[in-house]
């Protein structure tokens, strides 16, 4: 139910998108999530499908930790490798330097999606869905009508995505440890329990996003 009302959320609100971005801005937004998708699969190396097959809530919360660690560190990697980009010469559209942002809020996104299932928080994940379609749209929206921008579309992504991240954070019952997210040997022990998450779960993802992207770089 909160999936079909996010949605039509989303649907309600483009009659005025339309009407407040060009078929530019909507490009471009299409060219960021091709890029994205591919990306957010990498992140995680897909450690959050493992979490609906955890023992425990301890371990559950683990696993949890381990996704959003992995993700981390690979979202400052992708900032660091646009660096080294960018001092090689090389220039390409500055809506990019949103990627790894975008790459971070959207993985975690789907982490706590599968976290919130496992550990039964349904009214949680319902409400977090819809508030996360709610910001996007209305930050979209703001940002088109007041301050237009031809990366209003992906900045109220993001945005949306950082509310809807923060919501879920805060109030599930599983609170985030942020001295063991942010430690590298939290990850590195565990990593071997996840080999066929790694192996075979994610060039699957992988395939499949990319079967939508490689039409957009295509275009």
Known sequence: GATAI??????????????????EDYATLALFFSWLLPLVVLSTLRIEFSIPDAGSDSECSLRRDIALNVSFYFSIGVLLIMF???????????????????????????VYNFYTTRIGEYRLNGYNRIVGNLS???????????????????????????????????????????????????????????????IYNTPTGLIEVMQLSIIVFVL
């Open 6 to 23: 996010a949605q039509v959320v989303s649907y309600c609100a483009i009659p005025l998108l339309t009407r407040l971005f060009s078929v």
């Open 84 to 110: 080294l980009i960018t001092l090689l010469g090389c220039k390409f559209h500055n809506v990019f330097w949103l990627l790894p942002l975008g790459v971070l809020v959207t993985a975690w996104s789907q």
């Open 136 to 198: 996007i749209s209305l930050i979209s929206i703001a940002i088109g009508y007041f301050f237009y921008n031809g990366y209003g579309l992906v900045v109220g992504f993001i945005l949306g995505q950082i509310i809807s991240v923060l919501m879920v954070v805060v109030f599930s019952k599983g609170k985030l440890s942020w001295r063991d997210l942010l430690g590298v040997r939290f990850a590195y022990p565990h990593i071997s329990g996840f080999r066929k998450y790694i």
